[in-house]
């Protein structure tokens, strides 16, 4: 952890011969440097990032003279400890990680303060850490959305499905008002046939009053039926072609 690595470089100028008071200075802003932690924890906003790397960069420059004055080495050696020293080091150490993102994505994102830059170009390593924290919540998928959805996905199913057999028996009510074609047809030629029969029937029953009323020879009556029954072959000869085209058409349309 950084504030464990910040201790122990403190506790190296300890031994070395620092003051209390330079100890208790280290260790006040040790202090703000985990109260800014805490804050920026609580709540993710620009100004708690900034009191973060403020408090980060206050530590970093006074324990490095501390390191400077007792140890050696320069602040650079205090700064290594809780900063990375480019954004390009935060960038490889975020995709070391695991992380899928380009290097301009995360420029901009330090532009647009999601990870502070100090003005000596360093970064905090506990802003990159709590960074890669938010891309790993990115990329975890809402179960509950993802539920949502496959339940409207499934009723917007059922509704179509609903509506399709509304349709169907729509159309099976509709054509149970309707004949079908050659049903239809038997029955018109059914109807012919039976126009037919009782023509020669009443002809027949009728023939001898015919006779008659023509003032002619009764027992002639079968010779006016015969008659009678030319005349209705004639008649039907005339339509026969009519109806023999109609049910051929029907037989296309089936066909087709």
Known sequence: MIDLLANETIEAIK?????????RKAGLLTNDVKRAMVALNDESSLSNRRNLADAESAQAEFVGELVDRYIGGGSDRARSADRFRTRKAAL????????T?????FYQDCEAGRVMVAPDKTVSK???SEYLRSLQRQVTP?????????RKEALEIRRLELEVAKREMEHRAAEAEWL?????WAAVAALLGQVLDNLRHHFHQAAPELVHLAGGEPERAPELYEQCEQVIGRAMADIQPTVQGIFAEEEVDDEQ
Request: glycine share 8%; aromatic share 6%; hydrophobic share 40%.
């Open 15 to 23: 031994q070395a011969g620092a003051t209390p008071a330079e100890l």
């Open 92 to 99: 490889d150490w975020l995709r070391d990680q695991g992380a």
């Open 101 to 105: 993102i380009s290097q301009g994505k």
């Open 126 to 128: 506990f802003e990159v």
């Open 142 to 150: 809402d179960l509950q959305l993802l539920d949502r959805q496959s």
């Open 180 to 184: 079908r074609a050659e049903t239809a």
